[in-house]
């Protein structure tokens, strides 16, 4: 499983249970990656086009606003990223492949 670096996916419970559920193994986004990271990418795109540069003087108009973008410009479809093409991310995956499999033998 990919995720970010929430300190809570590296919390002792979360260790405990990987280590109860060999079969899940999480591999760590780059530790500041928002293109990589799928709900990254939607605030980034909100902030740019919506947020950033704002003129509101009532909130719930910039929460009018939020809404109408993400209405018009969401759900995002999930595209993978360059990232998970690099040669580290698919020795990764190689290995991890070839461990589950030597392990079900």
């Given at each position: 499983?990919v995720a970010?670096?929430?300190?809570i996916?590296k919390?002792a ?7 109860q559920?060999p ?32 003129r ?6 910039l929460?009018?606003?939020?809404q109408?973008?993400l ?5 995002w479809?999930?595209?993978?990223s ?8 698919t ?6 492949a ?8």
């Amino acid at each position: 499983m990919v995720a970010d670096n929430c300190k809570i996916h590296k919390a002792a419970a979360v260790q405990r249970w990987l280590r109860q559920h060999p079969r899940f193994v999480l591999l760590f986004l780059p530790t500041y990656c928002p293109r990589a990271h799928p709900i990254e990418r939607c605030f980034g795109d909100l902030h740019d086009k919506v947020t950033r540069h704002h003129r509101r003087k009532r909130r719930r108009d910039l929460v009018q606003d939020v809404q109408k973008h993400l209405a018009r410009n969401g759900p995002w479809h999930y595209q993978l990223s360059e990232l998970y093409q690099t040669v580290e991310v698919t020795q990764a995956l190689a290995k991890r492949a070839a461990h589950s499999a030597s392990a079900a033998a």
